[in-house]
């Protein structure tokens, strides 16, 4: 998130298996990390809980502020040469502002991943978006699902108690009165209709239990 893959500094981390209650250790390579992917998403899927996760830190100061929302702001505030202190500050900042607050308003955070595409994909989809937002990742693009189901008429649409947050399209809120299944109907109807008009799916991030 914000520029930064937590896999960069992982370590290790422990898991209890459901079935046999035993305690397995995972270093950074067991895990096959990868966007918003691992192997507790895979083949070790509901099979284990994280009880302990590892990172190891770097001593030397390394100033990241590749993403556009940390850029702008620090531009607005004025400041040049931030601190990681202020890079944080920035980052929990933005963080309110676009998200909502799950005791107060149900939700799970970001619902869809970032669609990875082909250059060529991207560039067909430039000369008929030129504004699209997309970032670099490796020979390949990482489109901005925010902004497709923004630009699709998505965000702040509600429906049967399911609704996409008025502050950030990747956000599905509850409003108390729906069930599991509202939410996932609006998932669904949000991934078919970005899939019709721009050719790209927005595959789920959430684990969906039930």
Known sequence: AYG???SSCFHSLRAISLTSGLTKLYYREDC????RDSIFKK???????????????SKEVNINVSYGAIRNELNNRKIETPTLKQISNVICDIRVSKLPDPLVVGNAGSFFKNPIVTIEAYESL???YPEIVAFPFGDQMKLSAGWLIDRAGWKGHSQNGAGVYKNHALVLINDGTNSGGDIWQLA???????LTKYGVEVAPEVNVWG
């Open 43 to 57: 083949l070790d899927a509901g099979k284990y809980i994280i009880t302990h996760v590892s990172y190891m830190l």
């Open 32 to 35: 096959k990390f990868g966007y």
């Open 188 to 194: 669904m109807d949000i991934q078919a209709d970005v």
């Open 126 to 128: 430039l000369q008929k």
């Open 4 to 6: 930064v893959e937590q």
